[in-house]
């Protein structure tokens, strides 16, 4: 009954910014793990940024010092800040929870990075 649902995708020119938005239906405690994961069209899924319950946030090279994972425990909703975007950053991002033995993913929302 857990559900994942992103929002902020859009079309931006390059260098621009956006904020993507995942609301949870569950408290965001629940999770041991909750992050954003990025796929473009031909290319595998890959990570952009996790957050551990309790460590260290993990950033893929390609997103440090641009992409910002943070979260509003009272909204149950985790973010995305994306900044000096790049036309290949244009993907679908997907929001995902680690739930037990469970991983729960969002539908997706399409960034595109175009001039």
């Known amino acids: 009954q857990v559900q994942l649902v992103e929002s902020g995708g859009g079309l931006v020119q390059p260098g621009g910014s956006l904020r993507l938005s995942c609301a949870s239906s569950?408290?965001?405690?629940?999770?041991?793990?909750m992050g954003w994961y990025r796929q473009a069209p031909g290319k595998q899924r890959e990570l952009v940024a996790t957050m551990p319950a309790g460590g260290p946030i993990n950033y893929a090279d390609s997103a440090k010092g641009r992409f910002t994972i943070s979260r509003d425990n009272r909204k149950n909703t985790l973010y995305l800040r994306l900044e000096s975007l790049r036309p290949e950053d244009t993907a679908v991002y997907y929001c995902t929870a680690a739930l037990g033995d469970r991983a729960i993913w969002g539908q997706g929302t399409q960034v595109t990075v175009s001039s």
């Open positions: 569950r408290s965001i405690f629940s999770f041991k793990v």
